[in-house]
T-cell receptor
Framework: RKEVEQDPGPFNVPEGATVAFNCTYSNSASQSFFWYRQDCRKEPKLLMSVYSSGNEDGRFTAQLNRASQYISLLIRDSKLSDSATYLCVVKTGNNRKLIWGLGTSLAVNP | DAGVIQSPRHEVTEMGQEVTLRCKPISGHNSLFWYRQTMMRGLELLIY????????DSGMPEDRFSAKMPNASFSTLKIQPSEPRDSAVYFCASSPVGDSNQPQHFGDGTRLSIL
């Protein structure tokens, strides 16, 4: 079993739709969680950290469920510019090593 | 502000040749990471440095790969001899001083093709 698993998609949604991605992780000792975004042929960039109580940044909401070992990302009112691959990232321990999912591909269509 | 700078952007070479990838982290960042990304395996951490010292090289695939960080502003990843299965995008990332949850800032990557 992979340490971090994501549905690869692709998710094809119309503009304005709400879309949600889940990510599961295998190590119950994982401490920190992030969503990164990667555009086609570009580098990954941090989208948001995921906090235990859940957190929101504009149209984006991240949730953590420790009991079931998954995190989620919800995008409301999706824009064409949201089209990208969303990478789920998990950190275990106090070192700086990140474990990356393979990513979920999102295409927002006009 | 300059981000992480990688060179070359693209490299095409024949198998058996030595390949050297270069990275200049963001000034003031004390952690540097080398990643490899492929469609099948996604982003894999090869090695990372804190304050120029290698901390975890468990991701380095084999002895053909080596990485150095002679000072705070420069790192290299070397593959010798290169093989076709090394073809991938190689990213360098750096993160600032502070707690270990600081975000990682990536360079544009080097697209490596071994023929």
């Amino acid at each position: 079993r992979k340490e971090v698993e994501q549905d690869p998609g692709p998710f094809n949604v119309p503009e304005g739709a709400t879309v949600a991605f889940n990510c599961t992780y295998s190590n119950s000792a994982s401490q920190s969680f992030f969503w990164y975004r990667q555009d086609c042929r570009k580098e990954p960039k941090l989208l948001m950290s995921v906090y235990s109580s859940g957190n929101e940044d504009g149209r984006f909401t991240a949730q953590l469920n420790r009991a079931s070992q998954y995190i989620s990302l919800l995008i409301r009112d999706s824009k064409l510019s949201d089209s990208a691959t969303y990478l789920c990232v998990v950190k275990t321990g106090n070192n700086r090593k990140l474990i990356w999912g393979l990513g979920t591909s999102l295409a927002v269509n006009p | 502000d300059a981000g992480v700078i990688q060179s070359p952007r693209h490299e095409v070479t024949e198998m058996g040749q030595e390949v050297t990838l270069r990275c200049k982290p963001i000034s003031g960042h004390n952690s540097l990471f080398w990643y490899r990304q492929t469609m099948m395996r996604g982003l894999e951490l090869l090695i990372y440095f804190n304050n120029n010292v290698p901390i975890d090289d468990s991701g380095m695939p084999e002895d053909r790969f080596s990485a150095k960080m002679p000072n705070a502003s420069f790192s290299t990843l070397k593959i010798q001899p290169s093989e076709p299965r090394d073809s991938a995008v190689y990213f360098c990332a750096s993160s600032p001083v502070g707690d270990s949850n600081q975000p990682q800032h990536f360079g544009d990557g080097t697209r490596l093709s071994i023929l």
